[in-house]
């Protein structure tokens, strides 16, 4: 089936213009119109194709079909909709309400996805095995800090080291507890961290981001046991994750709070973000940035550079500056060569 053509930035702008008409009622064809009267407020707990699936205050979900009209649905997006006949069938998604955040990841073919909406914190899975890549956590860091939202690192598996290969892994990640990030270790096998990762759930509305295979859905497993998420093993061929969440899901906590897990990545790029947000997305960055002897400073070997200085001082991780200048090398890669509407 041939994927559904891209809007245009002329016809986006039609869309938006839309949307407000149908919100203020001043289109005068009330055939365009939408009462907000007969719409009901919910929140989108499931995405899956041209569906959502919607939750009312009461709790009850309906599965609605999306307007064509709406740019884009994600879990956690409060919306209006209308919930159909007595048997909740034939549901239709109208409104989706303006975001008080989003976490969204570029995508080489469909330009930059959202991921998840109106959210409090988001959770950086890493772990052990497959490989313990702290380029890709710094890229989720980064990205954390463009959107302006609090992240937790949380490195999961860590029954698979013992002795001075945990204590090395540990003293590696004393980098980001130094930054002010807070990292947990978890096991999902013996229950180490599990009790401080959900404490730190609580009353608020968190995203699992991470790569494939690292245990995103078997923490949620120990977290909420009735959510029954499926579990995937590592590719013996490839050693990278294998894909177990295919659709994003808003999953309650007892208590209060919510999680949103999202399908897993192999490879999350910075390359939709303009250089220098880069740079001031790493926060040992900031302070010096401005203020060194050249203004388009590349931060490598250039003369007056207070960052490189900064790194022979000691005050800058040499492996942070190098995974700085490895995400910069290669958004070149990654970058689509092809100009997206988005």
Known sequence: MAKKPKLTHKQKRQVAANRVRRLSHKNGDNKQQVDKTQLLPGRVVGRFGKHADVE???GHVYRCHIRRTIDSVVCGDDVLFDNGDDKGAGGVLEIVKDRRSVLTRPDFYDGVKPIAANIDQIIVVSAVKPDLSLN????????CEDIGIPPI???NKTELLCGEDLDDVKNTLKIYESLGYPVLYTSCKNGEGIADLTACLDDKVSVFVGQSG??????????????????????????LGQHTTTAAKLLHFPAGGDLIDSPGVREFSLWHMPVERITWGFIEFREYLGGCKF?????????????????????ISEARFASYHKILANMDEQRPSYTNPY
């Not at 923490?219 to 490839?238: F, K, R, Y």
């Not at 203004?295 to 005050?315: M, Q, Y």
């Open 214 to 239: 690292v245990g995103k859905s078997s923490l949620i497993n120990q977290i909420l046991p009735d959510a029954e998420e499926s579990v995937g093993d590592i590719s013996d061929g490839s050693g």
């Open 153 to 155: 690192i949380v490195l």
């Open 56 to 58: 009312d205050e009461s």
């Open 295 to 315: 203004r388009d400073c590349k931060h490598l070997n250039d003369p007056g550079c207070l960052l490189r200085k900064a790194v022979e001082d000691g005050n």
């Open 136 to 143: 890709i956590i710094d890229r989720y860091l980064v990205a």
